[in-house]
């Protein structure tokens, strides 16, 4: 997350993100849609977080069709010698990776879209999705959804996917783990009936269970939403002691640290790891419509902490930028 504040065409301001033990992780520096000077980094305890209601009682992000934030979407920007490019649009963006959260250091303060971070509303930050872009997050190791807002840049720790807000990560079930392995959907306002039948199913509890036809709201008709709850429940999902829809298998957790169109390259550092680490490490073909793709991984991994102890050994030989995979 970033709390910052414009200064004009630059900006000054302070990252952070959870950690595993509960601390969280800051940087701060002056930057502009260019190289960022940092400061300061390092994990401070922050305030104890005051109660909120149950995850139960959360209710989601309304998609509505939005304009394009001002401020936050320059085509490319750097964060500590790493460039970043805004995609010029969500459609059809899915991924999975690790969720982390961030929290009351900066409640109130300026996000990169330039409205107020609220820590008990529903957004998120993201790298490189559009500002502001709807997205449906699941949970791949408890089964819980959610629907937030992108409406700030982050994470920007290595192998963190994306930032959620003290209540996203609540009803997630974030806020005590501090990360969790997620899958992230973005949602067309537009065009509900593109929808999972999960964030319709959110959506119209969070309206109350009521359509509504506010010209500034998402037309979600009565047939898209029993529709998608017929066909959602021929075969409903199981339940847990909780109500939560539980995952029945967790997913396996892997650290790519490279992908080459060579096999002889891929197999050359496999062995070059082999002999050097304590993880397995694996090549996987991915045949694309231009080329087949030879990717390299570590694992299976038991946690997103092992994947993150696995940095510094790979960078002493030379890999920089690996990041984990969820399958």
């Known amino acids: 997350m970033t709390a910052s504040h414009a200064i004009g065409g630059a900006m000054v301001g302070t990252y952070t993100t959870q950690c595993a033990d509960g601390r969280q992780l800051r940087t701060s520096g002056w930057w502009w849609f260019g190289p960022m000077l940092v400061f300061l980094v390092g994990c401070t305890t922050q305030p104890a977080l005051s109660p909120t ?24 920007y750097e964060i500590a010698g790493r460039r970043y490019r805004t995609l010029s649009s969500s459609q059809d963006y899915v991924e999975r990776g690790v969720a982390s959260w961030y929290g009351p250091g900066f409640h109130g303060k300026r996000t990169s879209s330039g409205e107020p971070y609220d820590m008990r509303g529903m957004t ?79 959506v119209a ?18 047939s898209v939403v029993t529709g998608k709850v017929a066909a959602l429940y021929q075969n409903p999902p199981a339940l847990s002691d909780s109500g939560g829809a539980v995952v029945p298998l967790r997913p396996t957790l892997y650290l790519q640290v490279g992908a080459f169109s060579s096999f002889d390259n891929a197999e050359r550092l496999r062995q070059r790891l082999t002999s050097t680490m304590v993880v397995s ?20 991994l038991d946690s997103v902490e092992s994947a993150d102890q696995l940095l510094e050994p790979l960078a002493r030989l030379g890999i920089r930028d690996p990041h984990i995979v969820v399958d």
Not at 207 to 216: A, F, L
């Open 53 to 76: 209601a149950p995850s139960s009682e959360l209710r989601d992000a309304i998609p509505r069709v939005e304009p394009r934030s001002k401020y936050g979407n320059p085509a490319s």
């Open 124 to 202: 998120a930050a993201h790298t490189t999705l559009p500002l502001p872009t709807y997205v449906y997050i699941t949970n791949l190791e408890n089964g819980r959804t959610a629907i937030l807002r992108v409406n700030d840049r982050g994470p920007f720790e290595k192998n963190r996917l994306i930032d959620l807000s003290y209540s996203g990560a609540k009803k997630l079930g974030v806020d005590k783990p501090g990360t969790a392995l997620v899958e992230i959907q973005a949602l067309d306002p537009a065009n509900p009936e593109s929808w999972p039948s999960g964030a319709t199913i959110l």
């Open 205 to 222: 509890a969070a309206q109350g269970g009521e359509v509504t036809t506010e010209s500034t709201v998402v037309p979600l008709t009565a």
């Open 281 to 300: 490490c694996a090549i996987r073909s991915t045949q694309t419509a231009e080329q087949t793709l030879y990717r390299l991984r570590l694992g299976p």
